[in-house]
């Protein structure tokens, strides 16, 4: 059975954030308002996927308010893949050309992916820059910004602290894509969406410069966007 997508699914909480630091178990996280295990997971860096399997929480993922969420596991790599399958599927991805489409399996079938750039502008920021969370492609206020892949919206709103408005693009049961540091956004939550589609209006960064800031996420886990999109 195929998870149901976690921020498709919203119990409204309380208001308050309770963040401790690192025990013997692990780093906890209170839930709040307005929380998904996939929101947390960006927060965090760690996947939907972890948090649920940490926490013992089965489809569809309810949380309610003053939950308490392990969200790192000591000595544990949140940026690891979960077996062994995924991680010789990220090697394979690393050692293919840029200009190679993205194999993937949905439903049985096999499915291309070809990458599109969001925007047109130079890489401001690189997957080691941002510490592995993606990179950030500088541009101009209200420039538009167009889905790298064709998919299905399964967040539009508000992002964590810093990141602004946020959209994410499932492409299918493997890949997703994110998009912030968005002014404005023009798709919401479940439609569908086609590659190259305008999806949303660039904003300001915490820099004070107009920016996107760009995901592919793998099995919910970061990847370096520079692997898959085309060489310019």
């Known amino acids: 059975m195929t998870p149901q997508e976690p921020s498709e699914t919203k119990e409204q909480s309380g208001t308050d954030v309770d963040e401790e630091g690192p025990t013997e178990t692990g780093?906890?996280?209170?839930?709040?308002?307005?929380?998904?295990?996939?929101?947390?997971?960006?927060?965090?860096?760690?996947?939907?996927?972890?948090?649920?399997?940490?926490?013992?929480?089965?489809?569809?993922?309810l949380l309610h308010e003053g939950q308490r969420l392990k969200v790192f596991e000591v000595q544990r790599d949140p940026f690891e893949n979960p077996d062994e399958e995924k991680q010789s599927f990220e090697n394979k991805r690393r050692n293919a050309s840029q200009k190679k489409p993205?194999?993937?399996?949905d439903n049985k079938k096999l499915l291309k992916l070809h990458w599109h750039w969001p925007i047109t502008g130079m890489v401001v920021k690189d997957f080691q820059q941002s510490n592995k969370k993606g990179i950030d492609i500088s541009g101009y206020i209200d420039q538009p910004v167009q889905a790298a892949e064709s998919g299905k919206v399964v967040y539009s709103g508000k992002g964590p602290k810093g990141v602004g408005n946020l959209l994410i693009i499932r492409h299918d049961e493997i890949y997703m894509s994110a998009y912030a540091n968005n002014k404005e956004l023009l798709v919401r939550e479940g439609q569908e969406v086609e590659k190259a589609q305008f999806i949303a209006k660039v904003g300001m960064s915490r820099s004070g410069k107009p920016s996107l800031h760009f995901e592919i996420r793998q099995y919910g886990n970061p990847v370096d966007p520079l692997y898959y999109l085309p060489v310019n």
């Open 27 to 61: 780093t906890f996280y209170t839930v709040r308002s307005g929380d998904n295990l996939y929101r947390i997971g960006l927060r965090f860096g760690v996947s939907y996927f972890q948090l649920a399997e940490w926490n013992q929480i089965q489809p569809p993922y």
């Open 102 to 105: 993205t194999f993937s399996t």
